[in-house]
């Protein structure tokens, strides 16, 4: 008698695991060194296992990096919603990015710091259908960014709405700035390592947007 086909939730274990576990290769040996050959035998099993689930190494890639803007998104949003002044939003959300880059370092690198493929790399090709997907996944936490600076400008004023976009970017440039820094610990050569000062450095980034400056 043959195996009984998995069920659904013993699938997305596997994938899980899967996924868990190229995270942590693609990070180590980045994304030309990540390979199914190499990964079946780090999970216990023959890499033709691996393609009972995904069919080659991309796909494995934009699920890894689809489940980081996930993670990423839950906690920003999180965030987002124990607040109800707008300004407080973002205080709270640029706190929740700068930790998850702390907290989940390897996510965060290859998501923002890896020299990686990108969507523009899978048009016309079978994978273009999950790199939009992952891609949706994550404009989505760079949206509630922009609506965020889009409710400081139209209760406060001080920005222009039509800026809120640029002042997004320039924040994300300045805390992906911090997050990058801390976790190659160049931070440490620069100051003293005994007095952190990455939320001085928040605090800094997010000074021209805030509505009751000191």
């Known amino acids: 008698m043959g195996r009984l086909p998995r069920s659904k939730e013993e699938v997305e274990l596997i994938k899980g695991r899967i996924i868990e576990e190229a995270l942590h290769m693609i990070a180590e040996s980045g994304y030309d060194g990540f390979s199914i050959r190499k990964l079946g035998p780090k999970l216990g099993v023959a890499p033709k296992t691996v393609y009972n689930y995904f069919q080659n190494k991309d796909e494995v890639y934009l699920h890894v990096l689809t489940r980081g803007f996930e993670v990423l998104y839950d906690e920003l949003h999180a965030q987002a919603l124990r607040m109800d002044d707008p300004f407080d939003k973002l205080v709270a959300m640029a706190k929740a990015f700068a930790h998850f880059g702390f ?91 005994s007095q952190p000062i990455t939320d001085q450095l928040l605090h800094r980034i997010l000074a021209p947007f805030n509505p009751h400056p000191a």
Do not use: W
């Open 103 to 193: 907290e989940q370092s390897n996510y965060y690198d290859i998501m923002f710091t890896l020299h990686v493929p990108k969507f523009n790399d899978y048009v016309g090709t079978p994978l273009e259908g999950p790199a939009h997907h992952e891609l949706t996944i994550a404009l989505k936490s760079l949206t509630l960014f922009i609506d965020v600076m889009e409710e400081i400008s139209s209760k406060y004023g001080m920005i222009k709405k039509d800026d809120a976009r640029l002042c997004v970017v320039q924040l994300f440039v300045g805390m992906h700035g911090i997050v990058s820094l801390n976790n190659n610990s160049m931070l440490d050569y620069v100051h003293d390592p």
